[in-house]
């Protein structure tokens, strides 16, 4: 005893003898110590001592005790003292940050923990010992464990998200450490459940199936919600993981009533709104920040479209659509604060008529009092407002018109003559004033904003062609059409030009009438073959896109042409197309914006969003526009020039092989009526095939949702069973056991109900197919006939 205790005086910094031993000799010896000993006290020692090592000779520890310290896990697990010393010696081995003395030895940034990490999960009972101390209550041993997962799974999170998913209760053990009554434990285990669920959707499910919304909302509400610290900031956190891009966990927080427990949190205390420079501290934005973020993650855009509008209707139905509007109105709220909730707001509000008509009846408590639609759109055409509120203010007011004729329309009329009334100011106006204003953002926001109104809607886009606007005192007042035009031929920039493309692209698409006004503009397909025709730089990504543009709207005229310009008609702009640019550089130029980045990250989601105000060049609509027309438009442009050449070689037939092509053609104009008929009739089926495959899809889609819950329900009955065979007497294990069985028979028969829906659906859909075919072999019948 007293050698050991003169080694380890040495290693702490007694005074040398001659020979003084290396760390490395010191930490061989007491790991010795630590296998020979029969005395626990001993074993006790040499453990305390190595947990003292373990920092300064983190790599002789590691190298020469990790074998021993598991044998005394294994061998001496009934003292809670040594196994926490044992545990936090290998938490100070398996740490992922880098000790101070390690720095001069190994250099800033060496993955040592990682290293000892992968050696030590390669045992395979290594993390089911440590997850099994968990389960132990004294302090000593429950926290290093925590502490020792936490590690681990920082190091080589793939690995150990693996093996708690196939270990027995391994996930049920960390959700019981939320009920802790001591902090400090309960905090680290929400630190290592943020870890755990991080892309891994089967444990997201088992965590949410653990009861742990209810247990997240306690620690919420004991924390002091909004008001709370960073552990509310940790709770919400873990809430966004087990929510975001997992269609069950979503579905299960809808169908748990969890959405109307976010309400209170978003609801003001009076003093904000009297002392609006108070109540806003840096860890209240962050909790906000993050409820904010929990609500988008039940409505993104990209999620199933009945499960989103469910979403929506529950939010308006308990009043959190209401207070997310009362945060836009106060007065006081951080910039970023108010910038999410603008886009929670608005994927809220997307495509849900109700929601929609919510918003445009909320009136700003301003003086004079004015639309909250109104005053949000002046943040967007006002220059001094931050470039992130106004992309979100954009978003807002196009989820506002996705899919809302009556808000389409109802800005449509306010550009409109409104007869005597008193004069107030619109949206109409608030567009118009920033799309003819100095700064090229607020002309890229105004025309991208207006040709939301144009999406799906012909009627407007003739309307929109009874716009006048008042230009110099003593001359006739221009149409809005004519405006853009003019505008897009000064030399502004080329944000603003492109604004007022995506702009012209829309209105021109599916509106032969806005096709034949723009045709009938002085120079206005002049500038568009100029610039075309203008040397490339392949170097200016905004005159790149900008070329490409030009040539979308060019095509557009094309396809959408009903030969009433005499000198523009179909066949004319083709030639014209054909001998300014060349078909080939005309396909060029309309492929041109597919193939930068820009596009690709633009169609992804509707929300606009870029780096620099600069950067914001495309619109999410606009972008699928031209995936859906590129290819029809150089098709209707390759057919219309195509033709020209057989038109030409007609002139020098002979009057009897004139008289027979004469004959052809009244054949062709007869059957070209069946066809026709035909063709409609092809049509209507493509029509109802496509609605049926959407509907098994769908089926498809919650079926293999259901599946999942089926699995995880299943899961949870073995880990029930399992709990109820070691403790029999527990009333809570048996009553949460017979409510998995009826839950579990409940999803099975409505997965067997699915799947004869499925069944049906599939039957029509053959059915369709089937008179398709025929359809389709009569219109080859009529075409060889012609030939």
Known sequence: MEYFKSGLKSVLGAPPPENQPTGADTVERLVDRLQSSSLLDDRRDACRALKALSRPYRVEVGTQAMDPLRQVLEMDRTDCEIVGLALETLCNITNPETFDAEVEKYGPKNKIGEQFTEIFIKQPDSVSQALAFLEEFDFRVRWPALKLMTHLLANRPKDIQDIILVSPMGVSKLMDLLSDNREVIRNDVLLLLIQLTKGNANIQKIVAFENAFDRIFDVISQEGSADGGIVVEDCLVLMLNLLRGNISNQNFFKEGSYIQRLTPMFELPPEVDENPLGGWSSQKVCNVHCMVQ??????????????????????RGCGLLQALCDILMASGVPADVLTETINAVAEVIRGNASNQEFLAGLMAPSSPPRPAIVILLMS??????????????????????????????????????????????????????????????????????????????????????????????????????????????????????????????????????????FLTMESSVAYLTALLSAQENTDDLQETILQSMCALLLGLCVHFNDDSVPNYTKEKL????????????????IGGIARHEIYSRTLKHPQPSAKDPADLLLDHEFCRLLKILEGVIVKSVLDESNPQEGKDTMTTLSPADSALVSQYKELIRDQDAQIHALTQANETLTKEKRDLESQVNELQSTISHLKDQNLVLRAAQINSTETKEQAPAVNDTDSSYSEIQKRL????????????????LLVLLLDQDTRLVQYKEKLLGYGEKVN
């Open 745 to 760: 028979a409940e999803t099975t028969a409505e997965l067997e109900k699915l799947k004869i829906d499925q069944e049906d």
């Open 380 to 517: 967007m055409v006002n220059e001094k407002q931050p470039f992130v509120l106004r992309c979100s203010v954009l978003y807002c007011f196009q989820c506002f018109l996705y899919k809302n004729e009556v808000g389409q329309t109802h800005l449509i009329q306010t550009l409109l003559p409104q007869g005597n009334e008193a004069p107030a100011l619109t949206t109409g106006q608030l567009l118009c004033g920033g799309l003819f204003s100095s700064d090229p953002l607020s002309n890229w926001f105004s025309a991208v904003a207006l040709s939301h109104a144009l999406i799906n809607n012909s009627t407007q886009k003739e309307q929109l062609l009874r716009v006048l606007l008042a230009t110099n005192i003593g001359k006739p007042p221009v149409t809005l059409m004519q405006q853009c035009v003019m505008l897009l031929q000064q030399g502004n920039k080329p944000q603003c030009k492109l604004g007022l493309l995506i702009l012209l692209c829309r209105w021109v698409s599916y509106c032969p009438t806005a096709v034949k006004a």
């Open 574 to 589: 083709c030639h014209l197309i054909e001998n300014r640019l060349g078909l080939d550089r005309f396909q060029d130029a």
């Open 294 to 315: 929990v609500v988008r993650a039940l409505v993104a855009p990209g999620g199933p479209a009945q499960a989103t509008a469910a979403c929506q209707r529950t939010m």
